[in-house]
T-cell receptor, first 115, second 112 residues
Framework: AQTVTQSQPEMSVQEAETVTLSCTYD???????LFWYKQPPSRQMILVIR??????QNATENRFSVNFQKAAKSFSLKISDSQLGDAAMYFC????????????FGEGTQLTVNP | DTGVSQDPRHKITKRGQNVTFRCDPI?????LYWYRQTLGQGPEFLTY????????KSRLLSNRFSAERPKGSFSTLEIQRTEQGDSAMYLC??????????FGSGTRLTVV
């Protein structure tokens, strides 16, 4: 079974600084997707960034980028120029490549952004 | 269509009562998922529909839980004889083919 582990229950960062959230996963599959989701207090889960396992290039979305290390099964999220609106719970998630397959989530990291 | 809608947003019920939640997915999305999220944890998969067919159920979905998606549109999740351990956030998500999920805002259930 696939598992996703986030070892940092809480992280904090100063506004405008950079923070990295860690995630490791375990799978025997070779094709899969990895995601970072953001869940603010309003509760709706919002997709931050997606990485396809077959792509060697790390995904980037504006201030958000990932460091995908397939052999190490590591998938960290870097947030640059942190903003107050980035404060939220962040979840790392895994999904097999198969169409319609479920997401497996980590335990989450609560990010606080200090002004 | 503004996204995935869930109703109600909050539900407080007495132990032993039945509750039903509704999810309206994005209209063109043929896949619909239910997840449960307890406080401080990541969401856990409950069940998945492709159109009206329920294709997968987690073992978390005990026989007190039932989900339907008549006509492949909205879905309902019913919990019978609720227990305090059922208190959680119930999230619905939808997707089109292999595209990314869109989540709803969830229904928070409190069993007293």
């Amino acid at each position: 079974a696939q598992t996703v582990t986030q070892s940092q229950p809480e992280m904090s960062v100063q506004e405008a600084e950079t923070v990295t959230l860690s995630c490791t996963y375990d799978t025997s599959e070779s094709d899969y997707y990895l995601f970072w989701y953001k869940q603010p207090p309003s509760r709706q889960m919002i997709l931050v960034i997606r990485q396809e396992a077959y792509k060697q290039q790390n995904a980037t979305e504006n201030r958000f980028s990932v460091n995908f290390q397939k052999a190490a099964k590591s998938f960290s999220l870097k947030i640059s120029d942190s903003q107050l609106g980035d404060a939220a719970m962040y979840f790392c998630a895994y999904r097999k490549e198969t169409s319609g397959s479920r997401l497996t989530f980590g335990e989450g990291t609560q990010l606080t952004v200090n002004p | 269509d503004t996204g995935v809608s869930q109703d109600p947003r909050h539900k407080i019920t007495k132990r032993g009562q039945n509750v039903t939640f509704r999810c309206d997915p994005i209209s063109e999305h043929n896949r619909l998922y239910w997840y449960r999220q307890t406080l401080g944890q990541g969401p856990e998969f409950l069940t998945y529909f492709q159109n009206e067919a329920q294709l997968e159920k987690s073992r978390l979905l005990s026989n007190r839980f039932s989900a339907e998606r008549p006509k492949g549109s909205f879905s309902t999740l019913e919990i019978q004889r609720t227990e305090q351990g059922d208190s959680a956030m119930y999230l619905c998500a939808s997707s089109l083919q292999i595209s990314d999920y869109t989540f709803g805002s969830g229904t928070r259930l409190t069993v007293v």
